[in-house]
């Protein structure tokens, strides 16, 4: 098993490398129609197990950072609470989990502590204790201000106990985030406007607004597949993100990536992590991390087992539940890079570090094919500009189309 203490010392003015932390509660009062993530309906939970069991794989991952990184020398600068609804955690479990990670890293004098949270009432009398335990950012699924389409997503709140619990939200956290989902079927783009208008109005910095995926394996693929439509036309779709990019940036919350909106400074630090190829390790049924060696030509790629059950069985015999530890491929790294950074309004630089390297592989398997690349940028979909390759706002839209001949 890694140890930190074995950890090959950094050179004494090396600067802290850098890592985020992912934590995965899998439990939720209700199992959401659309939603393909790992949760469950908890039964009775055994708290001290799950208590225990987090803070001894966080123990095992800050072991497998520093192996990987080289150094004991790792400074968190963000954490993030993910779901499943970690608002259900108990505050004792979140508390322990900062405390643990407080011993095993430094923390950035700004560390970003997010967690996701759903606007029941009865969840929302619990934030005072997230927040005095450290939780600094808050990211609330609204989904909808229409108790029509709360309905319709088979959303356990309404409207109004949403509207309580941002402005109760909005009083106590120094970030708050509310997720939206748009393009149900018959949402006309007044109505989505209003929407819009109304979460802003409240006085968030950061959005999310995602539109209605049908994911395999979920209830709404299920009766989709049986026949019914349950999203909007694609069409209509595509004209509320553009509806979506004007009202955001009107209010000073500019798109910073596909589907995130913010205030200068109030972009979600945790994502960018993942959007940019750095460095996270991860806690929890079913989270995965990403770590790049020093050398920046290898990246450690790790994911843990997926079942609650089977994820407290694994770590209480070995002290984690890694079901998967591989190095990527140069290509993987190469492949995640575009996939993750084109989703950046910013993009990335055409040049990746691991490839401004002298060992990097023969640069045939890592490049965009070059037609396709010139193709898109005449349409005006990608832009080149300062060394930044990034899409436009009609290259988001078509993101997915372009990946797959970009990277053919
Ligand atoms: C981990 S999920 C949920 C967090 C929290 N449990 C909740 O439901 O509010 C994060 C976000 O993904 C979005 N999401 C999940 N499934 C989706 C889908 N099929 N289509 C669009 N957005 C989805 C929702 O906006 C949700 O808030
Ligand atoms: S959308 Fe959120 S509350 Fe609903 S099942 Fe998924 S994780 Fe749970």
Known sequence: MPDSRLAPASAPNAAPAPLGLYIHWPFCVSKCPYCDFNSHVAGELDEA???????????????????????????????????????????????????????????????????????????????????????????????????????????????????????????????????????????????????????????????????????????FHSRTRAGATLTAEPDHVADLYELTEDITAAAGLPAYEVSNYAAARHQARHNLTYWRSGNWIAVGPGAHG???????????????????????????????????????TARDMYEEYWMMGLRLVSGMPLTPPFLAHEMAPPASALCLDADWQARFCEEGWLIEEGGYLKASLAGRMRLDYMLGKLLG
């Open 290 to 328: 990403r770590i790049t060696y020093p050398d920046q030509q290898k990246r450690r790629h790790f994911r843990l087992r997926r079942s609650p059950q089977g994820w407290l069985n694994d770590v209480a015999q070995n002290g984690h539940a890694i079901e998967e530890d591989r190095t990527e």
């Open 49 to 219: 197990a799950w208590l225990r069991s987090m803070c001894a794989e966080l123990d095992h991952m800050a072991g497998i950072a520093a192996e990987t990184l080289s150094t004991d020398n790792v400074r968190l600068d963000t954490i993030f609470f993910g779901g499943g609804t970690p608002s259900l955690m108990p505050p004792q479990i979140v508390s322990a989990v900062i405390n643990k990670a407080a011993t095993l890293f430094s923390f950035a004098d700004n560390i970003e502590i997010t967690a996701e949270a759903n606007p029941n009432s009865a969840e929302m009398k619990q934030m005072k204790s997230f927040h005095s335990a450290g939780i600094n950012r808050l990211s609330l699924g609204i989904q909808s201000l229409d108790n029509e389409g709360l309905a319709f997503l088979g959303r356990a709140h309404s409207v109004d106990e949403a509207c309580k619990a941002l402005e109760q939200a909005l009083g106590l956290f120094e970030r708050v985030s509310a997720d939206l989902i748009y393009g149900l079927p018959e949402q006309s783009a007044a109505e989505w406007q209003e929407q819009l208008t109304r979460i802003i109005g409240f006085g968030i910095r950061h959005l999310s607004a995602y539109q209605l995926t049908i994911e395999p394996g979920t209830i």
